[in-house]
């Protein structure tokens, strides 16, 4: 059970707009920033936003990220089929002496 | 070119120990957290553990106690002690720096490419 929680999966068409939301607590992403991680088989997670909101450069516009209160929200618009792999939400959590926790991650399929 | 490197996975027994090393490169290494990433196959990355730029370290309930987290910044490394190793311990494990200039915050980039680490009898 993920301190961070995602839906399992998300679909959508080529062009669609899909968003992925990470529900947290008053510990973490009610006190902390959210961040964003993509991840294609076999590789490592990807910075995707940091910070809430921000995009490292090489990140497509078309990704944009939110927060208010405790929960999280990445969108993706303009849907392109590369865009299919795992998407992870992160942030520190201030409970427990401090600790980082991630969500259980949401399967993003491009149909 | 920013760069993070492990070392020291490999296959070990239950109750076994196993050392993990990042090597770091192309940023000033004493200047950034750093942290343990885990990831077992087909399940979602866990955090495992971090230590700040002034030693401050901190772990996840899971692997308080058993594992310790260490760097050495004359050598542009750090290190994961894992002890008492348990089979649920069995993940890819990445290491990653925080960029964040104010606390931890779990903005990593960039990640390793990870290290696979087998607790199996």
């Known amino acids: 059970q993920s301190v961070l929680t995602q839906p399992p999966s998300a679909s959508g068409t080529p062009g669609q707009r899909v968003t992925i939301s990470c529900s947290g607590s008053?510990?973490?992403?009610?006190?902390?920033?959210v961040n964003w991680y993509q991840q294609l088989p076999g590789t490592a997670p990807k910075l995707l936003i940091y910070?809430?909101?921000q995009r490292p450069s090489g990140v497509p516009d078309r990704f944009s990220g939110s927060k208010s209160g405790t929960s999280a929200s990445l969108a993706i618009s303009g849907l392109q089929s590369e865009d299919e792999a795992d998407y992870y939400c992160?942030?520190?959590?201030?409970?427990?002496?401090?600790?980082?926790?991630f969500g259980g991650g949401t399967k993003l399929t491009v149909l | 070119e920013v760069q993070l490197v492990e070392s020291g996975g490999g296959l070990v027994q239950p109750g076994g120990s196993l050392r993990l090393s990042c090597a770091a490169s192309?940023?000033?290494?004493?200047?950034?957290?750093m942290h343990w990433v885990r990831q077992p196959t087909g399940k979602g990355p866990e955090w495992v553990s971090a230590?700040?730029?002034?030693?401050?370290?901190y772990y996840a309930g899971s692997v308080k106690g058993r594992f310790t987290i260490s760097r050495e910044n004359a050598k542009n490394s750090f290190y994961l002690q894992m002890n008492s190793l348990r089979a649920e311990d069995t993940a890819v494990y990445y290491c990653?720096?925080?960029?964040?200039?104010?606390?931890?915050?779990?903005?990593?980039?960039?990640w390793g490419q990870g290290t696979l680490v087998t607790v199996s009898s």
């Open positions: 990653t720096r925080d960029l964040c200039t104010n606390g931890l915050c779990l903005w990593f980039d960039p």
């Open positions: 192309g940023f000033s290494f004493s200047n950034y957290d």
């Open positions: 230590i700040g730029i002034a030693g401050d370290t």
């Open positions: 008053t510990s973490n992403i009610g006190s902390n920033t």
């Open positions: 910070r809430n909101n």
């Open positions: 992160a942030a520190w959590d201030d409970s427990l002496n401090g600790r980082g926790v």
